[in-house]
């Protein structure tokens, strides 16, 4: 079955304790990207990747890190989360960038 | 001004109602046209998907891009309770843009 994976689905964490957010496709897609969805602010993408080792920043990028050492994974790394952090963060992947984009189920972190 | 504005409701309907959820957009770069359905705590998935101005329709749902007025709108015929969701359009040029959401609910 065509998805993309994304563990855990629930994370409770503390101020400054680093954690990674895992995202995998099967679907063989170029790009991939991850949100943040917050009420009232809708999705706002954070980080995106075109390819395997090309990243690129998105709309909010502040204290998040990325990577995209194989095509089919690309992890969200929050190195110092913070309060702020606490959010329902998706990733999602697509063919190329602005092709139809398929989503996780989502990773709803709570940093205490 | 956002690129894509959609009004964040919550729209709330009588089972069997006709909805229509709309969006505008600004720019007219845009190429392709998309609506999600997000259920709560759940990922968007994609139900409609169209590149030029016109309806398509796929079932109950009906998607309609009027381009000359940078406007999209979902049409859902015969709604259901299951409908009640968050509605996403998302428009495309090099790069998809996401209006904020429309939450529908349909009341049995």
């Known amino acids: 079955e065509a998805q993309v994976t994304q563990n855990p689905r629930y994370l409770i964490t503390v101020t400054g304790k680093k954690l990674t957010v895992t995202c995998s496709q099967n679907m063989n897609h170029e790009y991939m990207s991850w949100y943040r969805q917050d009420p009232g602010l809708g999705l706002r993408q954070i980080y995106y990747?075109?390819?395997?080792?090309?990243?690129d920043k998105g709309d909010v990028p502040e204290g998040y890190k990325v990577s995209r050492k194989e095509k089919r994974n690309f992890p969200l790394i929050l190195e110092s989360p913070s309060p702020n952090q606490t959010s329902l963060y998706f990733c999602a992947s697509s063919l190329w960038r602005g092709e139809k984009l398929f989503f996780g189920s989502g990773t709803q972190l709570s940093v205490l | 001004q956002k690129e894509v504005e959609q009004d964040p409701g919550p729209l709330s309907v009588p089972e069997g109602a006709i909805v229509s959820l709309n969006c505008t957009y600004s720019?007219?770069?845009?190429?392709?046209f998309m609506w999600y359905r997000q259920y709560s705590r759940k990922g968007p998935e994609l139900l409609m998907y169209t590149y030029s101005s016109g309806n398509k329709e796929d079932g109950r749902f009906t998607a309609q891009v009027d381009k000359s007025s940078k406007y999209i709108s979902l049409f859902i015929r015969d709604s259901q309770p299951s409908d009640s969701a968050t509605y996403l359009c998302a428009t495309a040029g090099n790069m998809l843009t996401f209006g904020g959401g429309t939450r529908l609910m349909v009341k049995p």
């Open positions: 720019n007219s770069a845009f190429q392709y």
């Open positions: 990747s075109m390819n395997v080792e090309v990243t």
